[in-house]
């Protein structure tokens, strides 16, 4: 009798992560969102045609996707096999799998990145140094497969006639999405890499109008939108955050102030979506912490739609969208490893257990496309 009524309830759409959602102008059937994953198998930066079958196996009539992160420049890179979006090239390579996923119902933004100092000469045009805020070193960090370790150069400490540059970088970016058919774009500010190395006081030691105080250190940031959103319109740009994390060595010292200053700052600009990486994330992308922290003051400063990520299984995804500490979901780990992530929610089904030595591995196949839906495990 009590499953029965469990069923009803899933019947008509009352699973608070099942239920609709209008994102400005886009109208999500659920609210379980596809969180940007780094896959490295777009070999010579170059997305492939395995990635179309990736995206779509993970695409819903109405639900929400997020690319893994795609450099801007070709500076932009720290990592091997990661995709790009500022060659002609790419933007044509990205094409069919924005295809695919639309021809199936899903809205697509697409993840831009400039991973700053989180780079080695390896990566870089000419053998030339990482940029950065800043000329700190990167010390070596483990990978959050927890298996690989990268490694880094130091970085160059962009001057302050350049950083406008970087800012285009970014403009252009976004106008090359929305040229490769991508619904929208999401910033990268978070984790650690370009502009969280602005934002955050660990590493930015700048002394220009790009340092210092907490509105300096938001310059770039919103500078990027600025120029995102002018040039591709507020309803097609999200922007993610992470002010609690520490990766990269890249910590605050007031987080909270960090992320109410940037939540309150972004909404001049009307972007569609802020989306934030819980304060239980703060030690690495694979690993929950208990925290003190929460999101909610950032949720309740900002005007638009709020997504959350970091950490959630069905249920508390479930109360978080309840207790409206969040409209949306960012599903990473569960999702890469259960394409049908929606569905087996929806049917309360067993999920796949994500493997973390295929994450980065590069193959075409293995851990990405192969992961078993539900019909064909049972
Ligand atoms: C393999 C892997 C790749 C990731 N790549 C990215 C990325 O490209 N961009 C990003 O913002 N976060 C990235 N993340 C972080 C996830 O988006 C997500 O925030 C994190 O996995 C925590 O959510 P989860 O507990 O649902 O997995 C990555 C995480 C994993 C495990």
Redesign the pocket.
């Known amino acids: 009798m009590a499953e029965k009524e469990g069923e009803k309830q899933v019947e008509e759409g009352k699973m608070p992560l099942l239920t609709p959602y209008k994102m400005g102008k886009f109208e999500l059937s659920h609210r379980v969102v596809l969180?940007?994953?780094?896959?490295q198998r777009s070999y010579g930066n170059v997305p492939q045609p395995h990635a179309i079958l990736y995206y779509s196996q993970r695409t819903t009539k109405g639900g929400l996707l997020i690319t893994?992160?795609t450099g801007v420049s070709d500076t932009a890179q720290g990592y091997p096999e990661t995709p790009g979006i500022w060659t002609k090239e790419q933007v044509e390579a990205w094409k069919p799998i924005v295809d695919a996923v639309h021809a199936k119902g899903g809205i697509f933004f697409c993840?831009i990145?400039h991973v700053g100092r989180v780079s080695n000469t390896g990566f870089q045009p000419n053998g030339q140094a990482p940029i950065s805020s800043s000329d700190k070193e990167l010390f070596p960090q483990l990978r959050?497969?927890g298996i690989d370790v990268a490694k880094f150069t130091p970085p160059r400490k962009l001057t302050t006639e350049e950083i406008p540059l970087v800012v285009n970088d970014f403009r252009v970016a976004a106008r090359n999405a929305i040229e490769a058919g991508f619904d929208g774009v999401e910033i990268?500010g978070?984790?650690g890499y370009l502009i969280e190395q602005f934002m955050k006081d660990q590493v930015n030691d700048r002394t220009d109008q790009y340092g210092g105080s907490l509105q300096n250190r938001c310059r770039f940031a919103l500078e990027i939108v600025e120029a995102v959103v002018n040039e591709i319109g507020p309803d097609r740009v999200g922007i993610?955050l992470s002010p609690f994390a520490e990766y990269m060595e890249a910590a605050d010292s007031n987080p909270e102030a960090l992320g109410l200053y940037m939540a309150e700052s972004l909404n001049q600009y009307k972007i569609v979506y802020c989306h934030m990486?819980e304060p239980r994330?703060k030690k690495s992308?694979?690993e929950?912490v208990e925290s003190p922290h929460s999101l909610v003051p950032m949720r309740k400063a900002f005007n638009g739609t709020f997504i959350s990520?970091?950490?959630?299984d069905m249920e508390d995804g479930n109360t978080a969208v309840a207790e409206n500490r969040t409209d949306l979901v960012?599903?990473?780990?569960?999702?890469?490893a259960n394409p049908d992530l929606p569905k087996r929610f929806q049917l309360r089904a067993p999920l796949n257990k994500?493997n973390?030595e295929t994450?980065?591995s590069l193959d075409p196949v293995i851990g990405y496309t192969d992961y078993p839906f539900l019909e064909t495990k049972v």
């Open positions: 969180a940007p994953l780094t896959r893994e992160a993840q990145w959050s497969n990268h978070a984790h993610r990486v994330m992308v694979g929950t990520a970091g950490g959630f960012a599903y990473g780990r569960l999702f890469l994500p973390r994450f980065y």
